[in-house]
């Protein structure tokens, strides 16, 4: 499963043997895999600067995932032809790790061996400078992926309004691919060529009357220069003053004359236009699925340090100072345990909070001067963490 659960309990004696109940019973019951999710000693400062922090992590959080997810989602729409090499395109980087460094790793790997990097976010520092250097970081990505998407799919738009064109049946698409010089009379003072849609059951008919459809048709001057699947396009030269007249007998026989000018320059400007922006697309795709993948990689190695910020923060409010707790990382091994290995969780942790333990069980008991809903409260500290970022 790509679910993990991030916990944490603090770290006396007493829970210390409760985590390694939990981590027998779920080992026994094959509900989950557990590893030791390790988290720097930050400078707390007040507990109030963190009830403050608490809140503006929440939401970093929030924005953080809904990041990743569009960089997913837009390296999907860049990978358009491939898109079964979409995965092999949303990795991080392998981690500290001196070796591993500029290896790229799947994601649930990146959170199991997670390491906090003490060079781009230095525990040193105060935790509210920590925060803000991450929010920072995914502003500036936010920023980029909008310019670089919007330039490219504006580009991606024009090309497919072009091949649209194209992909019409005759009466609708362009002829611009189709047509070529030596199918028309041009600059003629008195004669012209048209075009017209002839369905497939009546070719013969019209080789037996486009002649006489009106007066002064050139003789033998059709000629069939496309067809689709209900029809094919002719031409037909005759003298510009009957032009009206041939368009409406035309129409009584079912035969469509298409209004189209041969312009050689305008052919040539669309021809031109439809190479361009094929080069152009060429030219951006490759820098900008470059780009998606190394900050798609940033963007959620920062959101995973957000997580253990926010199990930091928590942990801190919620068993109190000094700092000391253990924090955990759970995977689920299907679906169907979460239940169980909720209820394991819940039995192990319970005197935490009895209240809390309770009220889990039985919905109805409110919790005094907590506004999460119960269902988001446990008696440990407790962070979901989704890698399904294309669901």
């Known amino acids: 499963m790509s679910e993990f659960w991030l916990i944490s309990a603090p770290g006396d004696q007493e829970n210390l043997q409760a985590l390694e109940r939990m981590n027998t019973v779920t080992a026994k019951s094959n509900l989950s895999y557990n590893t030791k999710f390790s988290i720097p000693d930050f400078k707390v400062g007040t507990l109030d600067s963190l009830v403050g922090l608490s809140d503006e992590l929440g939401k970093l959080d929030t924005f953080a995932e809904s990041l990743i997810k569009k960089m997913a989602q837009s390296v999907v729409e860049v990978m358009e032809d491939a898109k079964g090499k979409v995965p092999e395109n949303l990795l991080a980087n392998g981690g500290l790790k001196e070796k591993m460094k500029y290896l790229k790793i799947d994601l649930p790997s990146f959170v199991t061996h997670f390491e906090w990097d003490m060079a781009k976010y230095p525990a040193k520092q105060p935790l509210v400078s920590v925060v803000d250097t991450l929010a920072k970081q995914l502003a500036q990505i936010e920023t980029d992926l909008k310019s ?228 988001d409260y446990f008696p440990y500290v407790y962070f979901h963490i989704d890698l399904s970022l294309l669901d």
């Open 148 to 375: 670089r998407t919007a330039a490219y799919n504006t580009l991606k738009t024009n090309l497919e309004n072009l091949e649209k064109k194209s992909m019409g049946n005759l009466l609708t698409r362009t002829l611009s691919d189709i047509v070529s010089k030596e199918d028309f009379v041009l600059g003629s003072e008195y004669l012209v060529t048209l075009l017209v849609i002839v369905p497939k059951p009546s070719y013969a008919q019209w080789q037996k009357t486009y002649e006489s459809l009106s007066d002064m048709v050139v003789p033998r001057s059709t000629k069939l220069i496309a067809e689709d699947n209900e029809g094919g396009l002719f031409t037909v030269t005759l003298f510009r003053k009957v032009i009206e007249d041939f368009k409406t007998k035309a129409k009584e026989n079912k035969f469509t004359v298409r209004e189209f000018y041969y312009d050689e320059k305008e052919i040539k400007r669309e021809r031109e236009e439809m190479s361009r922006l094929l080069s152009d697309k060429k030219q951006q795709y490759g820098p900008l699925l470059r780009w998606l993948k190394v900050n798609f990689s940033e963007a959620f190695i920062a959101w995973i340090h957000i997580k253990a910020l926010r199990v930091f923060v928590e942990s801190v409010l919620r068993y109190g100072l000094p700092v000391n707790f253990q924090a955990v990382l759970l995977q689920p091994h299907k679906k169907s345990s979460t239940k169980r290995l909720r209820e394991v969780l819940n039995s192990v942790f319970r005197h935490l909070d009895q209240v809390a333990a309770a009220s889990i069980l039985d919905a109805s008991v409110e919790i005094p001067g907590l506004q999460l809903s119960t269902q």
